[in-house]
């Protein structure tokens, strides 16, 4: 049976859901964005972008391993979060990094390392190939947008929630459904310890999903033309030093598609993860942003 949900309106989400750090920027049409913007404001700074029907606090726990050494912005990009839907009703990667490019010019970071996690790492790797003088460094985490293999969907892999969101007749009802089961399903695909899947992680999801708006937004971003997917040569361009890190048991994202990123990308260096799925920085957060600290102090010339 398919149970309908009222939206919950954006004023009550916001309140729920903002911390201390939370800031809110006018882009024009590019919409109201939100982010956060925390740690040493002098140091080198690191820009990171969630994965598709994610929000900023997938980075909570690096966040707290990274902010007395980095200055580190995440951003709830157009579609997703406390930022929702835009007013362009435009979800492309190309749009979502026009919001990054806007946000990074209007804070003053001329040149920084950009990283993401699934779709926010397909957007990074756009970002970089699109602004090469900008990027110091890449970090791209289970990421989608480059796959070896033709498969249905860069994020559909044992998440039904994506693959039914391919459906015209499944997205003509996405706007007015109580997508409960969908969020459950599709985190404990994305987990393959369990025990990280809290209720209050579950009510999140669900309580951004049901923002007003963002399901909309939703609907529209899968029944958009699909991204044009990277091709070796692409990779090939990369520029500047990668951190590529996986989870080997990623259910989403399967642990085959990185070697691709692996061949193709000159500078690159690897961190991969025994026992974890899709979301390492949530997982495994003490190991990955330790990676991630030893990936940051060699770009700067230092070793920490």
Do not use: C
């Amino acid at each position: 049976m398919i149970l309908y949900k009222g939206d919950i309106p954006k004023d009550v989400v916001d309140a729920r859901y903002t911390s201390p750090d939370s800031q809110f920027s006018e882009l024009g049409d590019l919409g109201r964005v939100h982010y956060r913007d925390e740690g040493r404001r002098q140091a080198p700074p690191i820009i990171l972008l969630h994965g598709s029907n994610a929000s900023l606090h997938t980075f909570e726990p690096w966040v707290t391993r990274l902010k007395d050494k980095f200055r580190v912005v995440t951003i709830d990009l157009p579609g997703h979060g406390l930022t929702g839907e835009v007013p362009t009703g435009d979800y492309s990667n190309e749009a979502m990094v026009a919001v990054v490019n806007a946000l990074a010019n209007k804070l003053g970071l001329e040149h920084f390392v950009i990283g993401g996690n699934s779709m926010g790492g397909s957007i990074a790797l756009r970002y970089a190939l699109d602004h090469p003088n900008k990027i110091t460094g890449l970090v791209l985490i289970n990421s989608s947008g480059f796959m070896r293999k033709r498969i249905q969907n860069d994020d559909s892999q044992g998440v039904l929630a994506f693959r039914l969101l391919k459906n015209p007749w499944f997205r003509a009802i996405g706007e007015v459904m109580d997508p409960y089961y969908f969020v459950s399903q599709g985190l404990e695909a994305a987990f393959h310890q369990q025990a990280v899947v809290t209720e209050a992680m579950v009510m999140r999801y669900y309580d951004l999903a049901l923002r007003e708006g963002t399901r909309k937004a939703t609907m529209k971003r899968f029944s958009a033309t699909e991204d044009k997917k990277y091709q070796a040569q692409d990779l090939a361009r990369i520029n500047v030093p990668t951190l590529l890190m996986w989870g080997k048991e990623d259910a989403v994202a399967p642990f085959a598609f990185a070697s691709g990123y692996e061949t193709l990308i000159p500078d690159i260096s690897t961190a991969y993860y025994d026992g974890v799925g899709h979301i390492p920085m949530e997982e495994v957060p003490e190991i990955s942003a330790a990676d991630l600290i030893a990936f940051m102090g060699k770009i700067n010339g230092k070793d920490k």
